[in-house]
């Protein structure tokens, strides 16, 4: 799923170098972070949040097959 996310996300912003994805896995839940450069944060959110909405359908979707609850964090 990291891959997937990474090839998102690196899509979107103009400094590729940047992007930090953390995935930390509990008991029954999963908190991926993605932080980007400042000056990418507007291009990941989107107008309206539009765009970080997406990418947190997508995400739920892929990991629905595992039943387990999936939460993703723009930012620090």
């Known amino acids: 799923m990291k891959e997937l996310i990474e090839f998102i996300v ?6 590729k170098d ?5 995935i930390q896995d509990n008991e029954n839940e999963t908190i991926i972070k993605i932080n980007v450069a400042d000056e990418d944060m ?21 990991a629905g ?6 939460f993703v964090k723009f930012g620090e």
């Not at 940047?18 to 953390?22: E, L, M, S, T």
């Not at 990941?44 to 947190?56: D, P, Q, T, Y």
């Open 18 to 22: 940047a992007v930090k994805i953390d």
């Open 10 to 15: 690196t899509s979107l912003v103009e400094n």
């Open 42 to 62: 507007g291009r990941i959110i989107g107008k309206n949040g539009k765009i970080a909405s997406s990418i947190r359908t997508i995400v739920k979707s892929v």
């Open 65 to 70: 097959k595992n039943k387990r609850k999936t």
